[in-house]
Structures are given as C-alpha cells and as structure tokens.
C-alpha cells in the first residue's frame, strides 16, 4: 500500500480482555517497529522485526505483550488481560531497511487507540 | 533519565516570529537526530533530519546539531498557526531504534 495502515483506528477493551492489533506496513519495507505512546508523552519502544525476525523486544512492558510478523510483511501485537495501564496509542512504523532509517527515518502508521475500562 | 530530553512547553509565539525548538541527549553515540511533527490526534510525520554538526535547511525549517555539546534544535522562521502542534525529537544510535522525546508543544498565535 501507498502508506503504513493499522486497525482498529480504535479499540476499547473491557479489563482483562485479550486485544490484536494489526499493523499492514509499506509494501516492500524490511523494518519494522511498534511504540507505545500515552498521553502527552513521546512514542516509547516497543519492539522491532526486520523481515519476520524479531531482532529487540526490549521495549515489551510484561510477558503480557507479544507482537509476530510471521511472513515478514503484516504484524500483530497481541495484549493478553489488558489492563487500565495499558491504554494509549499503538503506532507501527516501517522503514526501507536499517540503514534507511538512520538517513530518513520512518514512516508511521496513524495508530490504534486502545481504550481499557 | 530519558535519552532524549526535552521541554515539554507550551512555547507561544506569535505568527510570522521564529520557533525555536530545542532537544538535548545523553548517548553520545547518536549518530542521526529526527524531528518529527504531531498533530493532536494525528500519527507522527517526519520534517527533518540531520547527522552532521552543523545547520542543515528545508524551506522554512532549520535543523542544528552541536555533537559536542549534545544538542539538537529546531528553527521555523515565519511560523505560522498551521505549525501548532507537538514537535518529537529522535536520536538514533548504533542500534537502528530511534528514541524519542516527550516532545513540545508549540503555540503559533495569530
């Protein structure tokens, strides 16, 4: 696709419900990364796939959090017994390859809202 | 301490001034500085980038880098109320995962 396209646009979750939300990155990008961003904060690493490799998965708060990208193009991440904690915004961002993102960055998706209540 | 710091604002100036943005960071292995620009409710859109000391221009942006003293800023010169928004700034070292600032919001009042 033209862009990084990610769904639900919006997710609202009853405490302890398991969610999946789906990124869809740019056609031909080997990169990938999701970030977590709460309210007036900046986007906080998550977790990195070049190709279906998942190279850092640092970022994942707790064991409660997984992400896949199974076939190296579309990814989920997976939030199992969500918690009130857990809502924000779930950007995915791609870029061409490693190299690419240090000389022009990446492109974003427009996000998932997530909700929890 | 977050990597990358900056002033969470609101900085306020009026349309037609000059924005200046500032960012600091501690890894003194960042090599490639971002900013990037979010508007309320909106994903987070690239506008600069520099990896070179120095000053480094696009249209009416102006990104500057001082490694030296572990700074980055970012200038807009006759900014206009289209500018509101919140500006991300991201180091990126040796590990190809950029880190980001809080960010700042920026104010452009007619």
């Known amino acids: 696709g033209a862009g990084v396209s990610q769904s639900p646009r919006y997710k609202v979750a009853k405490r302890g419900q398991d969610v999946a939300l789906r990124c869809d990155p740019i056609?031909?990008?080997?990169?990938l990364f999701w970030y977590q961003q709460a309210l007036g904060q900046g986007p906080e690493f998550l977790t990195y796939?070049?190709?279906?490799?998942?190279?850092?998965k640092s970022g994942l708060p707790s064991d409660r959090f997984f992400a896949e990208r199974p076939e190296g193009s579309v990814s989920t991440l997976k939030i199992q017994r969500t918690q009130q904690e857990d809502s924000a915004v779930y950007l995915c961002?791609?870029?061409?390859?490693?190299?690419?993102?240090?000389?022009?960055?990446?492109?974003f998706g427009s996000g998932t809202r997530l909700t929890v209540v | 301490q977050k990597e990358v710091e900056q002033n969470s604002g609101p900085l306020s100036v009026p349309e037609g001034a000059i924005a200046s943005l500032n960012c600091t960071y501690s890894?003194?292995?960042?090599?490639?500085f971002f900013w990037y620009r979010q508007y309320s409710g909106k994903s987070p859109e690239l506008i600069m980038f520099?990896?070179?000391?120095g000053d480094k221009e696009d249209g009416r942006f102006t990104a500057q880098l001082n490694k030296a003293s572990q700074y980055v800023s970012l200038l807009i010169r006759d900014s206009q109320p289209s500018d509101s928004a919140t500006y991300l700034c991201?180091?990126?070292?040796?590990?190809?995962?950029?880190?980001f600032g809080r960010g700042t919001s920026l104010i452009v009042h007619p």
């Open positions: 961002a791609s870029s061409l390859g490693t190299a690419s993102v240090a000389n022009y960055g990446y492109t």
């Open positions: 890894d003194r292995g960042s090599q490639s």
């Open positions: 056609s031909g990008h080997v990169s």
């Open positions: 796939f070049q190709n279906e490799a998942q190279l850092d």
């Open positions: 991201a180091g990126l070292g040796g590990s190809y995962i950029p880190t």
């Open positions: 520099i990896y070179s000391n």
